[in-house]
């Protein structure tokens, strides 16, 4: 009777020729679960870069608004203690005994 050789499973061949600390199931989980922490998940690495980025800009856009808030209560507080001023340059009103001329500049045209 012929003594037949057992076949050896490629698979298992390569899995004793890899480094016994990768063979670790602790070390597999680790990566399992670090790859899925990284790429997979709902909340990885770059969605958390791109939430960074629009906290950053929504930030910059505050101070800009804020800025402009400023601005346009400076420009209430002018307007509200020139009234007359304001209504001359704004709407060209003037007393019945005056004459208004309106003098255009070219630079102020162009823009």
Known sequence: MALRKKKQ???AALWYKLPP?????YFLALVAFT????FIDRHDVMTQFKLNRTVHRLEDD?????????DAEAEKMDMEQNKERFARESYYMQKDDEDVFIIVDDAEKEQ
């Open 9 to 11: 499973d490629p698979v």
């Open 21 to 25: 600390y990768v063979r670790n199931r």
């Open 35 to 38: 790859v899925v922490m990284v």
């Open 62 to 70: 505050l101070t800009h608004y804020d800025q402009l808030i400023d």
